[in-house]
C-alpha cells in the first residue's frame, strides 16, 4: 500500500469531519438566531376567518381557536342544525362576546363553483374581508379499489379536493388584492403516504399537496402564506364513521398510532399557520413523514433545512421498517381471510 493510498482517505475523513463540525454549529447558530428573532405571529383581533367543515371535528376546535383570540369567525358545513349548534359554542368561547359576531352558512362548497363564490363575497359583504379561509371539510370512505363505488370517489373528490380549491379560487382575488391573507388546506398522513384501503381518499388528499405547494408560489408575493395541515387518525365523528368502511388490514395498519384528539391537531395547526409553515403535523410519525416527504416543498427556515438534509437517510430505513410491518400485517389478514373461506368451502 502506498503513502498515496493512506493520505487521500485520511484527508476526506478529516474534510468530512470539518464538513460535520460547521453543520453542527451552523444549526446551533441557526437555532439560536430563530429563538431570538423568530417571526412575528400576526394578531387575528377583528380579523374574519372562514372554516369550511367547521360544524364539527377539527374544523370547529379550529373555529373556537378563532374565536378565543378574538376573530370574527364564519362556520361552513352543509347540516344547519349540526351549524347552529357549533354556533353557540363558537359565541360562547369569543374573546369578546361584545363585539365579536360569529356566522354559519349551510354550503356545499363542492357541487358547483359559481354558487361557492357568489355565497363567498355575500359573506364578505356581511362579515368583511376574509383574512384566513380554514379548509377543513373531508369525507373518508375507506375500501379497496374495487370495493369503491364510482359515486364514493365522487364525494370524496368533491368534498376533499373541489370544495377545497372552489373555496380558494372564490378568495384568492381579494386576498391578492389586500397583500394579506392565510390559507390552510387540511390534508392527511395519508396525503404523504400511500395506505391500503384508502385508494381513493388518498388519491384526494394527495392531490392537496400539489394544490399547496403550487398556491404557496403562487401567493407569497403577494403576503399569502398556504399551511398544509398533515394530521393523523382524529377523534372525530367523521372518523367514527370511516371506521365502518374500513378493511381488516387497514385497521390493523391504524393501530400503530395513537388516535388523536381534535383540539390538539387544531391548535399545532393554528401555530402553524399564523407562523407561517408551509408542513404542520403532530406527534413523532407526522415529523417522520413530511421530513420524508419534504422533497421540494417550501422552505420555513435554515433549521428545518438542515433538519431534513441530515434526518432523511435515517429516517427512510425507518420508513422501510413500517412499511415491511404494514406489509406482513397485510399478509396476515390475506391469510386469515384465505383460511376462513377455506374453511366454509369445507362445511357440509
Known sequence: MSATDIII?????????????????????????????????????????????????????????????????????????????????????????????VECLSLNIGM???????ALANLENVMGPIYMLVNCAGLAIAGKIEDTTPENLDDMIRTNFLGTYY?????????????EGVIVLVSSQAGLLGI?????????????????????????????????????????????????????????????VKLVQPEVVAEKTFKDALARRFFSTVGWEGFIIATLCAGMSPLTSCCELILQSWLMGVLRLIGVLYRNFFERAIAKCNNCTNSEASEKVKEP
Not at 453542527?24 to 367543515?53: P, Q, S, W
Not at 373555496?167 to 397583500?179: N, Q, Y
Not at 403550487?214 to 395541515?229: C, D
Request: hydrophobic content about 40%; glycine content about 6%.
Open 9 to 101: 482517505p485520511t484527508v476526506m475523513l478529516k474534510g468530512l469531519s470539518w464538513l460535520m463540525q460547521a453543520t453542527v454549529v451552523f444549526a446551533v447558530l441557526t437555532l439560536i438566531y430563530e429563538y431570538l428573532f423568530k417571526r412575528k405571529i400576526k394578531d387575528i383581533r377583528n380579523k374574519h376567518v372562514v372554516v369550511t367543515g367547521g360544524s364539527s371535528g377539527i374544523g370547529k376546535c379550529m373555529a373556537i381557536i378563532a374565536a378565543k383570540k378574538g376573530a370574527n369567525v364564519t362556520i361552513i358545513a352543509r347540516n344547519k342544525q349540526n351549524l347552529e349548534k357549533a354556533k353557540e359554542e363558537i359565541l360562547q368561547a369569543c374573546e369578546n362576546k361584545d363585539t365579536q359576531r
Open 112 to 118: 358547483d363553483y359559481l354558487t361557492v363564490e357568489k
Open 167 to 179: 373555496c380558494i379560487k372564490a378568495v384568492t382575488p381579494r386576498m391578492k388584492a389586500s397583500k
Open 196 to 256: 391500503f384501503g384508502y385508494t381513493a381518499y388518498s388519491g384526494t388528499k394527495f392531490a392537496l399537496r400539489g394544490l399547496a405547494e403550487s398556491l404557496e408560489m403562487e401567493l407569497r408575493p403577494h403576503g399569502i402564506s398556504v399551511t398544509l395541515s398533515l394530521p393523523p387518525d382524529t377523534d372525530t365523528p367523521g372518523f367514527a364513521v370511516e371506521e365502518l368502511s374500513k378493511p381488516m388490514e387497514t385497521k390493523v395498519i391504524s393501530q400503530t
